[in-house]
């Protein structure tokens, strides 16, 4: 007796590794109380954040700090030659806060679905822009 491929598969799946994953997720996951309360999910209920644009932020976070530490860099021997202005390290310290608040609302916004933060991220990557148009 031949078995069918859906049945091949069900086979390779449910048993070994993917048993056994199974039951460790299942493990470490459900069964704790107040889990549900802590990551503020419920059972049923669809997640419908941004995979994509979480690993765009969690990227663009480690961009922010290289370049911050560029740019500080690039203040510091300007001001040894003495060619630092006062505007360039105040929109450096601008540019400082605004993109940390940013990635803070995309972060928030994104994970918690929480429309108001994902509001602002969007309202202050567009003003960015506006500056270098």
């Known amino acids: ?7 091949l598969r069900n086979r390779r799946l449910d048993g070994g590794l993917g048993k ?8 470490v996951f459900s069964g704790h109380p107040g889990s549900s309360e ?24 480690y961009y922010s700090v290289v370049y911050a530490v560029l740019i500080a860099l690039i203040i510091r021997w300007k001001v040894v030659v003495g060619k630092a202005s ?18 803070y609302l ?3 916004g994104n994970l918690k679905e929480k ?4 509001a602002g991220f969007f309202f202050l ?8 148009l």
Request: aromatic share 14%.
């Open 1 to 7: 007796m031949r078995a069918s491929a859906a049945t």
């Open 20 to 27: 056994g994953y199974a039951r460790a997720v299942t493990a």
């Open 38 to 61: 802590r990551t503020g999910l419920r059972q049923g209920v669809e997640v419908i954040s941004s995979t994509l644009l979480q690993m765009l932020l969690y990227f663009n976070a």
């Open 86 to 103: 006062g505007v360039g390290i105040i929109f450096f310290a601008l540019w400082g806060m605004v993109e940390s608040f940013r990635l």
């Open 106 to 108: 995309g972060f928030v």
């Open 115 to 118: 429309v108001p933060h994902f």
């Open 125 to 132: 990557s567009v003003l960015q822009l506006i500056f270098v």
